[in-house]
Structures are given as structure tokens and as C-alpha cells.
């Protein structure tokens, strides 16, 4: 009897080793994410506590604080809720949605068939691997989170749709969970939304001009699947422009992504790489070679006959999606346009899916063709597929040094001084950051109506009848303020959800800085990465680099070496709080702050604010404070009252 169970169990591993392995890969993502992403107790990247303002919002008023599509802040709040932590618990979230996209990942790739039935499953755990382990994913899991839950979606939705319309009539199984996904794409983000649409009309609109093309009939029913989703997607609009009216101005910025005038280059990530990627990411060979077994597919495809209209080849839809996927992001990833960088970092999505469709194609061919020496094609196809993966994990690996929060415990700390000095808010006084790099820090601190400019004047017309004080950035100087050791320590405070603000335990424990943290929103170093044309990512591997392609601008970009009047980079989320998501009640302004008594304040801004130092940061700092008095002046923060 144990004999038996014991050949069924390896009998059981045999088969389904490919399960296993699957399982292997999501397990291994996640942990390394979370591994990342709490090395440090603060939220990471340039959006910062912009996630955990959204989900305490949700949890004291029941809808987030901005207008952006609000599903993802929805998915992560119950992370937060079990957690008891918004900065550990939106972690964890995120590093479970991203992983979860290793499974439609594996398959669509293995969506395409052969009509023998050959070739292995190691091309399709290659793309579970590269769609969770590559510099891209880390530069959007730790800093644009929101547009990676985006990207989550529409991985599945891919998936089911060509499910669905290699049989169209199947649509309560498939056409249902395509359509869900769908509208979870729309809800979450808006450059995954539009895409997930594009990717919909293309299909669709390909499926029946191809059935049109080789029946000479007209496919009732896939005209009809076109008019509902159609509607649907119109209905999602509606919804979405009725709830959050600014959605309308949110889904036009589509529009501005082909401003070919523009000359913005933004960081990528700031926060989490130290260099831009560019477009020489589509143009390695591996990628190269999928494109062309994808168009081999499609080739194949439009020579095959139809014989039910309700049915369409598999490996035709998939080569066809494929392609328009890599042509949109590759054409929106190489135009300079102001959200660039955020195409680039999405160009990982046809990188993982293209590159494995290529290798099992060409695998199957290689079986097809020498059918006695499968062992030795598998074989030579398992070392290719743990070639790339490793030297995906590589390049990702040169990035963990740089991923980490924009500003250090001790900033933060800072902040929540500054905190216990103020009175209850009041709702004629604004609250304006110097950046977007420290903005979401001091709302999720101090709370109220924080906003970012550079232009005074248009702040005074703006807030004509409020008090206006300006939140800027020391430099690391000291100015008229030491803090004493009693500020060393914080007493936790509790918002209306009754999770802390702040989990001072958890600050302690893991309080290490980021040792390239030089001032507030400055969390990432110089680095160079190198491309190899024969590797999905890099580095190269032939002797004096002759493989080597330019993936990675070598100079970094980002907003704290920008002066006035050049391009901003992209802000991450640029949201406003709703006027009716008010602020928590803990929340506070500087409008009765008292400082501390060691603390004599100069009677104005007009000396050196910021040290001395005039880079692009600390100029525009200037800028916004030289007509106001300076109330607060510590060791990283400024706050100017404006006259």
C-alpha cells in the first residue's frame, strides 16, 4: 500500500512538475518583493504616503481622497486592515498582486499550440519568471503601484479574451470573466484601461474582418459581442466621469501622450532607479525573434481555412494581440512625450510574453523537425530559458540598492514634530510642498489641503482669502532649530480608523536610513546599466562588451536637479483631495503653531533659506517663500507663512 501511494505521489510530481514550479516562481517573487519593500518601514517611491492617504481615507469615510480610478486602493485596504499598518500592509499588498500575474503569464504562452502537441511547458514558466523578476516590475512595485495593479488586470484580461474569442459562442465562462477584467483595467488605472480597450477593439475588430476575409459572410454574433462591449465600456465611462468628475480631464491626458513637442525626459521611477530606461529595450534579439515567430503565427493563420464561424484559430489571436501590444507600447515607449517614462517601465509586459512565445515556437519547430533529438532540444530550450531568467534577476538586482523611501525616518520623525505644534485644522489655511517628493509626506502628516506649485502669485489668486504656508526642504542644514533628545522619541497617535498613523514599534525595529539620502526626496544614486542585444535585459555577456546596447540612460534625471522652467518629470499621481474627503480629524494646521522653546525664528524669509545650495530644488524652494515669514525652521523642513 505504501509502495503505491508512493509511485502515485512520484507519478503526481511527474506530471504536474510544471505546477510545482509555478507555484515555485510566485512563492519566490513574493518573498523577494517583501523582502524589498520592508528594508525600510516608510512607503517607497515619489508617490510615498500617497497609497496610505488614499486608504485611510477609504477606511474613515469609505471612498479614497483621490480622483483617480479607486479599485487598487479598495484591493489594498483589506492588507491594511489586517495588518493594522497602512506603510506594511499596502506592502504586502502589492507584492501579492504582482506576483499573482506569474500565473496568466504561463498561460498565455501556453495558449499556443501545435497541432502535434509538442514541445515543452519551459517556455511558459520562462514568462511566469521574467513577468515578476525583471528591473521594470521593481521600478513600479515600490513606487507606481497603482499602474502595476493596472497591469496585474490586464495580464488576466488578455488572457480570458483570447479564451473567449477562439470561441466566441463560450461567453459565459470566458466572456464574462474578459469582461470583468475589463472594467477592473478601467476602474484602476487610466493607462492600462485605455490600453486593455485598444487591445479589445483590435481583436475584436481583427476577428471579424478575418472571418469576413476567408467566409465571405458576416459574423452576426461577433458584431453583436462588438455592440455590448461596446456599451459596457461606455457605461464604465459614465459611471466613472459621474462619480469623480475630473476623470473626464484624467482619461483626455491620453491625448497629450502623442505631444511629440515635448521634451520631457522624466526619471523613471524616481526613487527606485537612479537611471531612465530607454527604448532599446524592444530592440534586443530575443525580442526580435519573437516578434517574428508572432508574425510567422499570424502568416500561418490567414492561410488556414474557417469551417465555424464561431471559432477561430488560437495561435492567430494570440500572434495578433502580441504584436499590438509590442507595437503600441514600442511606438508610445520611443516618442518623447511627457509620460514616457511610464510606457517604458510597461514595456516589461510584451518583453515577458513576446520573448517565451518565440523560444516555444521556434522549440517546436526544432522538435518537428529533428523529432529524435527532443531530450537535446529540451534540453538546449531549458538552459536558454535559465540563461535569460538569471540574467533578468541580475540586472534587477543592481537596482534594490536604490529602492527605498524619499525621505528618512529622521524627515519623518521631523514632521511629526511639527505635528504635535499645531492646532486643529482650520479650513481657511493651505498648505502648500515644495515637490511632489515631500507633498504626499506632509499631507499624510499634517494633513489638510496640501498642494504643489512653484508659482506664488498664482497661489495668492488661487487662495485669495486663506493663509498660505509653504512646507520646504532644509538641505540637511540647521537653521535657527535643534531639535533637543526629547523630540527623539514620538508618542503614537491614532486616526478614525483606529489603526496608527504611525507604528512606532515598527520604526524602531527597522529604522535604518537609506545611506544615499542626502535631503527629502533624494533616495537614489547614480547608476549605470548595461544592455546585452543577446538577453532580454542584459548584462552583457561577449568579450569587450560588443553585445552591448544602450537599455539605460546613464545620466539620472530627476526633479531635485530641475531647475525653474524645464519640463517636470512625471509627478506620479498628481491628485487632489476631493473637497468632500475632508481631511481626519487628527488632522492639523500651522495656522496657531507654536514652536519650540529653544526656537528664535527670523522675522523674514529673505536670507538663505536653503543653505546655500542652489540646485533646482532648493531654487524653486526659494522661490515660493521669498515674500513670507518663516515660522518653523528645523533641521529638514522650512515652513514660510506667505504675506
Not at 483617480?68 to 502589492?94: C, E, H, N, Q, W
Not at 465611462?237 to 468628475?245: D, E, G, N, Q, R
Not at 552583457?540 to 562588451?545: A, C, E, M, Q, V
Not at 525664528?601 to 543653505?611: E, L, M, V
Request: charged fraction near 10%.
Amino acid at each position: 500500500m505504501n509502495q503505491y501511494r508512493k509511485e502515485t505521489f512520484m507519478k503526481v510530481i511527474k506530471d504536474r512538475y510544471w505546477l510545482l514550479i509555478l507555484v515555485a516562481i510566485f512563492l519566490f517573487s513574493f518573498i523577494l518583493d517583501i523582502y524589498l519593500l520592508t528594508r525600510y518601514s516608510l512607503s517607497y517611491g515619489i508617490d510615498g504616503a500617497f497609497y496610505d492617504i488614499q486608504v485611510r481615507n477609504i477606511l474613515n469615510y469609505g471612498f479614497p481622497a483621490s480622483n483617480d480610478p479607486p479599485l487598487a486602493y479598495y484591493l489594498l485596504t483589506p492588507f491594511v486592515v489586517v495588518t493594522g499598518s497602512s506603510f506594511l500592509g499596502i506592502k504586502i499588498g502589492m507584492a501579492f498582486l504582482g506576483s499573482l500575474m506569474a500565473f496568466p503569464a504561463y498561460l498565455l504562452t501556453q495558449c499556443y499550440i501545435n497541432r502535434k502537441g509538442v514541445g515543452s511547458k519551459i517556455p511558459a514558466l520562462l514568462a511566469a519568471f521574467l513577468i515578476t523578476v525583471n528591473i521594470n516590475y521593481f521600478a513600479m512595485v515600490g513606487n507606481f503601484m497603482q499602474n502595476l495593479v493596472g497591469v496585474v488586470f490586464l495580464t488576466f484580461f488578455m488572457y480570458f479574451l483570447v479564451k473567449w474569442l477562439e470561441n466566441i459562442s463560450n461567453w459565459k465562462k470566458y466572456g464574462v470573466l474578459a469582461a470583468l477584467f475589463l472594467g477592473f483595467n478601467l476602474l484602476t488605472h487610466i493607462y492600462t484601461g485605455a490600453l486593455a480597450v485598444i487591445l479589445f477593439i483590435s481583436l475584436i475588430l481583427f476577428n471579424i474582418l478575418f472571418k469576413i476575409f476567408k467566409t465571405h459572410k458576416t459574423p452576426k454574433l461577433d458584431l453583436k459581442v462588438m455592440g455590448i462591449m461596446s456599451l459596457m465600456i461606455m457605461v464604465c465611462f459614465m459611471v466613472l466621469f459621474v462619480t469623480y468628475p475630473v476623470m473626464f480631464s484624467k482619461y483626455t491626458t491620453v491625448v497629450s501622450f502623442f505631444n511629440i513637442t515635448s521634451t520631457s525626459n522624466s526619471a523613471t521611477g524616481a526613487g527606485i532607479m537612479g537611471s531612465s530606461i530607454n527604448g532599446s529595450v524592444f530592440f534586443s534579439l530575443p525580442y526580435l525573434l519573437g516578434i517574428a515567430a508572432a508574425i510567422i503565427m499570424l502568416y500561418r493563420g490567414f492561410k488556414e481555412n474557417i469551417t465555424d464561424m464561431g471559432k477561430m484559430k488560437r495561435n492567430t489571436l494570440l500572434a495578433w494581440m502580441y504584436l499590438t501590444l509590442g507595437v503600441v507600447l514600442g511606438v508610445l515607449s520611443i516618442m518623447s512625450t511627457e509620460y514616457q517614462s511610464r510606457f517604458i517601465l510597461m514595456a516589461f509586459l510584451p518583453i515577458a510574453l513576446i520573448i517565451p512565445l518565440g523560444l516555444k515556437f521556434f522549440e517546436n519547430l526544432a522538435i518537428l523537425k529533428y523529432p529524435d533529438k527532443k531530450k537535446y532540444t529540451t534540453l538546449l530550450v531549458t538552459s536558454i530559458a535559465v540563461v535569460f531568467a538569471f540574467s533578468s534577476f541580475f540586472v534587477a538586482s543592481e537596482s534594490f540598492e536604490n529602492m527605498s523611501p524619499t525621505i528618512t525616518l529622521d524627515e519623518y520623525n521631523e514632521l511629526l514634530t511639527i505635528k504635535e505644534n499645531q492646532s486643529q485644522n482650520n479650513s481657511n489655511t493651505v498648505i502648500v510642498a515644495q515637490d511632489f517628493q515631500i507633498k504626499y509626506w506632509v499631507e499624510y502628516v499634517l494633513g489638510g489641503n496640501v498642494s504643489e506649485s512653484s508659482n506664488i502669485q498664482q497661489l495668492q489668486e488661487e487662495y485669495s482669502n486663506s493663509t498660505i504656508y509653504v512646507v520646504t526642504t532644509g538641505n540637511g542644514t540647521t537653521s535657527g532649530m535643534q531639535p533637543n533628545d526629547n523630540n527623539a522619541v514620538f508618542k503614537q497617535d491614532n486616526d478614525n480608523s483606529g489603526l496608527p498613523q504611525n507604528n512606532s514599534s515598527t520604526l524602531q525595529q527597522n529604522n535604518n536610513q537609506p545611506d544615499n539620502l542626502n535631503n527629502p526626496g533624494s533616495n537614489s544614486k547614480d547608476v549605470s546599466y548595461s544592455g546585452s542585444f543577446l538577453l532580454p535585459y542584459g548584462p552583457p555577456i561577449l568579450p569587450n562588451s560588443i553585445d552591448e546596447i544602450p537599455f539605460f540612460d546613464t545620466e539620472r534625471q530627476s526633479s531635485q536637479n530641475k531647475g525653474p522652467g524645464q519640463n517636470p518629470m512625471d509627478n506620479g499621481n498628481q491628485s487632489s483631495v476631493n473637497g468632500l474627503n475632508g481631511p481626519p480629524s487628527n488632522s492639523t494646521d500651522p495656522s496657531n503653531f507654536t514652536p519650540p522653546s529653544n526656537f528664535s525664528p527670523p522675522s523674514t524669509s529673505s536670507g538663505s533659506i536653503d543653505g546655500g545650495n542652489f540646485d533646482g530644488r532648493s531654487l524653486k524652494g526659494r522661490q515660493l517663500t521669498l515674500s513670507g515669514t518663516i515660522i518653523y525652521s528645523g533641521k529638514y523642513f522650512t515652513i514660510t507663512r506667505i504675506n
